[in-house]
C-alpha cells in the first residue's frame, strides 16, 4: 500500500486508486474492475472531476423516480461496493430501495465477499448470492438475478453497467437509471435516466436529494411532476455539449487531472 | 480468464484487457499498472485509436536519436513488459540499445519476473536487478538505477512514465524520449520527444523506421537532420488542436471506442 501524504494535490484521486487496489486484494473488486477505474478517471478529467449542472438534473430526476417505484432496486458490482459502499446503504434505505449484488465477472466467491462488505457496514437482506431468475436475453452470468430484487423491480439504480445488461433491462420495460461517467456509453445511450457523473459524487448528491425530498414529505404528483419535467434525450446533448465546450475553452489543460498528476 | 470471440468489434482493446490482467496474476504488472492503462484507453478514444501523423513524426524522431545516442537504453515497466515485450526487445536490438527495468511501485520481486520474463522472450542482460546508482532529487524506489544503464545513459526512451522521473531524467542532461498517449501529462510537457500514442502503435512503428534507417545504412548527419527538424513543442500543440479537432467533429462518438463497448 503506497502512502499518500494528505496535501498531495491529487490527494482524492490516488486514495480512491489506493481503495479500489485494496479491494481487489480483499476479493470485492474485480481487475478489469480496475482497468475500468482508470476509464472513468479519465474521462472525468474531461468533465473537470465536477458535477454538472446536467448531472444534478438528472439525479433529481433519479430521486423523484426511485421513491415514486413500487420496487426500486439498487445494482452493486464490484466497483460501488468498492468506491460507494457506505452511500449506497444511506439511499436505499432513504428511498425504500433493495440492493442486489450483480456481477459482470461473477464468481460465487467475489458475490458473498461483497455481500458480507455492506452487511458489515450497515446492510440487510443484501440479494444476489442466490440468484432465482434470468434476465432475457442475457447469456452470460450476468443474466442471473433475483426474482424479489431486478427481475421484479420497476426501477432499477444501475452505477457503473455494462451496456448489454442495461440494454436488457430496458427490454424487459423497467426504469433503468445509470451512473456511468462516460456520455457516449450504450448505457448511457440505453438508460432512461443516465447521470454522467462520477459515482462518487452521483451517490452523496442524491442522498442530499433524497433527505429533502423525504423530510419535507413532498407528495407524490409533485414527484411524478419533477419525472415529467426531465428530458434525457436533451439533458445527456446538453451535457455532451458541455463536455467540448470545457474541452474547447482549456478544460483539460486546465484541470486538476492529468497536468499537476504526478503518477501515470 | 474471460473468452473473447474473435469477431467482437472491440476485440484487440478486450485481449489487451486480458493480456495485462493476467501480467498482473504472474507478478509482471502492478494493480495501479491496470488503472493506468485504463486511463489509457479513454484517452485513446479521444485520439481515435490510431496513430496521428504528429505521432509519427515524432516516432521518426525518436529512432534518429536513439540511432545516434551512444549509450541508449529502453526503460521498461510493469505496463510495458505486459504490452510490448517482444517489441522492446526488438526495438533495443534494432538500436543497439540496453534495457532497464525501472518500476514506480518497485519490488525486487516483481523485477526479477519482469526481467525472467524478458529474458525467456529472447533478451540478454536486462539491467535494473541490481541498482548501483540513484536518480538525483527523487526520493522513492523509483531513483534507483544501475549506472551502466540509465545513469549513464545519453538517450532513453521511457514508455509510459511518470512525471516525477521523467522530469529528473531530464534534469541530468539526458535525451528523454516518452511514451505517453496524454499529450497533457507532465512526461509529456518534460520530455524532449513526447510521442502521444498508444504504446502498442508506438513500438512497431518505431521498429519499422529503425528498419528502414538501418537497412538503408542512413548517414549519421542525415539523422541528425532528421532530429534537427523535429520540432517537440510544435509537434506537441498541433497533436492537440488535432485531438480536439476530432472531438468536434465527432469522433469520440463515432469511435470504434466506448459507443460499441459491451465492457464498462
Not at 481503495?19 to 477505474?37: D, F, M, N, P, Y
Not at 468506491?83 to 459482470?104: D, S, Y
Not at 426474482?147 to 440494454?167: M, N, T, Y
Request: net charge negative; hydrophobic share 40%; glycine share 6%.
Amino acid at each position: 500500500m503506497t502512502e499518500i501524504p494528505r496535501d498531495h494535490p491529487r490527494y482524492e484521486s490516488l486514495s480512491l486508486r489506493e481503495t479500489i487496489t485494496r479491494c481487489v486484494e480483499l476479493g470485492i473488486t474485480s481487475r478489469q474492475g480496475l482497468i475500468a477505474h482508470g476509464r472513468g478517471e479519465a474521462i472525468d478529467y474531461l468533465i473537470g472531476e465536477k458535477t454538472l449542472p446536467t448531472a444534478l438534473k438528472a439525479e433529481d430526476a433519479a430521486v423523484a423516480t426511485l421513491l415514486t417505484a413500487k420496487n426500486p432496486v439498487i445494482s452493486v458490482n464490484g466497483n460501488t461496493a468498492a468506491l460507494v459502499p457506505e452511500e449506497t446503504i444511506e439511499l436505499a434505505e432513504l428511498i425504500g430501495a433493495k440492493i442486489e449484488i450483480n456481477l459482470f465477472h461473477r464468481t460465487e466467491e467475489r458475490i458473498a465477499r461483497i455481500k458480507d462488505h455492506l452487511e458489515r457496514l450497515g446492510a440487510e437482506d443484501v440479494l444476489g448470492l442466490e440468484p432465482d431468475e434470468k434476465i432475457p436475453g442475457l447469456t452470460s452470468e450476468r443474466a442471473k438475478v433475483s426474482k424479489k430484487g431486478i427481475f421484479s423491480a420497476d426501477a432499477v439504480l444501475v452505477p457503473l453497467e455494462d451496456g448489454d445488461r442495461c440494454e436488457s433491462l430496458v427490454r424487459m420495460g423497467k426504469i433503468v437509471i445509470a451512473i456511468d461517467i462516460n456520455p457516449f456509453s450504450r448505457t448511457s445511450r440505453m438508460a432512461q435516466i443516465s447521470i454522467i457523473d462520477n459515482v462518487i459524487r452521483a451517490m452523496p448528491n442524491m442522498i442530499a436529494c433524497a433527505k429533502v425530498l423525504t423530510e419535507n414529505a413532498v407528495p407524490k404528483k409533485d414527484l411524478l411532476a419533477m419525472i415529467e419535467a426531465f428530458d434525457n434525450r436533451e439533458n445527456l446533448n446538453e451535457t455532451i455539449k458541455e463536455i467540448k465546450r470545457g474541452l474547447n475553452e482549456g478544460r483539460l489543460e486546465e484541470s486538476t487531472g492529468y497536468s499537476k498528476l504526478s503518477i501515470w
